[in-house]
């Protein structure tokens, strides 16, 4: 416009001030002429959630018609009221997904860090060595309680599982710190004849191939769990809970259980593992290629019947030519079967 300036026509009123005032700066640009007028309805959304019942009750009361415009500090007020208040509302829900995030971050900081140094080609031999005693512990002390038998059965069958070593005989005669140093020096024992019988380097790539894969996969694990545990945490609130404090302190619990399950993980795979034997691939080639030259030379009487073994060894490729006249269409069939030629062998020709 030459004489006005951009002129600005808005049809409600935004949930946040900042987005008004960006709609409004479009019609001053570089001290431009401009100007905004907003309207705003007493049923939009924005004016029911907070306040319009009042003003609608105050103008029937007064009797005002519906038609005419209403121009009112009154109405301004309640509109930037209503817009404090959801702003205050975003915040608050913005600022708890930020503390669900900062819980997350923490964890995801842990977890990245050690895939780093496996990535980086590090040598993990002492973390497997700590993850062997610090497993061992935990094991025997589940079940062992201040030196007291309380379920021999169940440790002898753990330890059994986790470390390959046998403890039934020695369960009822040693003290639980005395069985805990038993179990990691035969799981040491393993660990060592493994080294010596796989090779130093190799072992060395065996422990960050074996990290790798379990750290990732009970991390993938542990992220469903704990979009899980935030997709319900809300509810804590109904018993006088803050929601932010118990998703932090249940999901770094969930976080200690997911780092003790892929030190049994890891410890189980490593102290299990077998070497399998160099298998003679260049005797394999062999065979595969007398089998290959040989293949065409084997006929077979029907799908099921007996091998011909009356055959030569190589036969040569022939083509076979057909020099019989080519029957017409309506002639009967060369098949013998009584049917025409186009009905029956040369119905699928052009």
């Given at each position: 416009?030459?004489?006005?300036?951009?002129?600005?026509?808005?049809?409600?009123?935004?949930?946040?001030?900042?987005?008004?005032?960006?709609?409004?700066?479009?019609?001053?640009?570089q001290g431009d002429n401009g100007e905004s007028?907003?309207?705003?309805?007493?049923?939009?959304?924005?004016?029911?959630?907070?306040?319009?019942?009042?003003?609608?009750?105050?103008?029937?009361?007064?009797?005002?018609?519906?038609?005419?415009?209403?121009?009112?500090?009154?109405?301004?007020?309640?509109?930037?009221?209503?817009?404090?208040?959801?702003?205050?509302?975003?915040?608050?829900?913005?600022?708890?997904?930020?503390?669900?995030?900062?819980?997350?971050?923490?964890?995801?900081?842990?977890?990245?860090?050690?895939?780093?140094?496996?990535?980086?080609?590090?040598?993990?031999?002492?973390?497997?060595?700590?993850?062997?005693?610090?497993?061992?512990?935990?094991?025997?002390?589940?079940?062992?309680?201040?030196?007291?038998?309380?379920?021999?059965?169940?440790?002898?069958?753990?330890?059994?599982?986790?470390?390959?070593?046998?403890?039934?005989?020695?369960?009822?005669?040693?003290?639980?710190?005395?069985?805990?140093?038993?179990?990691?020096?035969?799981?040491?024992?393993?660990?060592?004849?493994?080294?010596?019988?796989?090779?130093?380097?190799?072992?060395?790539?065996?422990?960050?191939?074996?990290?790798?894969?379990?750290?990732?996969?009970?991390?993938?694990?542990?992220?469903?769990?704990?979009?899980?545990?935030?997709?319900?945490?809300?509810?804590?609130?109904?018993?006088?809970?803050?929601?932010?404090?118990?998703?932090?302190?249940?999901?770094?619990?969930?976080?200690?259980?997911?780092?003790?399950n892929i030190k049994v993980d890891v410890v189980?795979?490593?102290?299990?593992?077998?070497?399998?034997?160099?298998?003679?691939?260049?005797?394999?080639?062999?065979?595969?290629?007398?089998?290959?030259?040989?293949?065409?030379?084997?006929?077979?009487?029907?799908?099921?019947?007996?091998?011909?073994?009356?055959?030569?060894?190589?036969?040569?490729?022939?083509?076979?030519?057909?020099?019989?006249?080519?029957?017409?269409?309506?002639?009967?069939?060369?098949?013998?079967?009584?049917?025409?030629?186009?009905?029956?062998?040369?119905?699928?020709?052009?």
């Amino acid at each position: 416009m030459r004489l006005g300036g951009l002129k600005i026509i808005g049809t409600e009123r935004h949930e946040s001030r900042r987005i008004d005032n960006q709609l409004r700066g479009r019609s001053g640009r570089q001290g431009d002429n401009g100007e905004s007028r907003f309207y705003i309805g007493l049923d939009d959304d924005l004016m029911k959630i907070f306040g319009g019942d009042m003003i609608t009750n105050v103008f029937d009361t007064l009797g005002a018609d519906e038609n005419i415009p209403i121009e009112a500090k009154m109405i301004s007020n309640a509109v930037e009221r209503a817009q404090k208040r959801v702003e205050g509302r975003n915040f608050t829900i913005r600022k708890n997904v930020l503390q669900y995030d900062d819980v997350m971050n923490v964890q995801r900081e842990i977890i990245y860090k050690q895939r780093r140094e496996v990535l980086d080609g590090q040598n993990m031999r002492e973390n497997i060595i700590s993850m062997i005693n610090s497993v061992a512990e935990e094991v025997v002390s589940m079940y062992l309680a201040d030196g007291e038998n309380t379920n021999h059965e169940a440790l002898v069958q753990e330890v059994k599982n986790i470390f390959g070593i046998d403890i039934s005989e020695d369960v009822k005669k040693l003290h639980k710190e005395e069985l805990i140093n038993k179990v990691k020096e035969e799981a040491m024992k393993i660990y060592e004849e493994k080294e010596k019988d796989i090779g130093e380097n190799a072992m060395r790539e065996i422990e960050r191939v074996v990290l790798l894969k379990v750290v990732d996969q009970k991390w993938m694990d542990h992220i469903d769990s704990m979009d899980e545990l935030k997709n319900g945490i809300g509810l804590r609130a109904y018993g006088q809970k803050n929601p932010v404090d118990q998703y932090r302190i249940e999901g770094f619990d969930m976080f200690d259980e997911m780092v003790a399950n892929i030190k049994v993980d890891v410890v189980k795979l490593m102290l299990h593992m077998q070497k399998r034997e160099e298998v003679q691939r260049s005797q394999t080639v062999q065979i595969t290629r007398a089998a290959q030259e040989n293949l065409n030379s084997i006929n077979f009487e029907s799908s099921r019947g007996p091998v011909n073994q009356n055959v030569p060894e190589k036969t040569a490729n022939v083509t076979v030519r057909n020099t019989e006249p080519k029957p017409g269409r309506n002639d009967p069939c060369p098949c013998g079967s009584g049917k025409k030629y186009k009905n029956c062998c040369g119905r699928n020709e052009n």
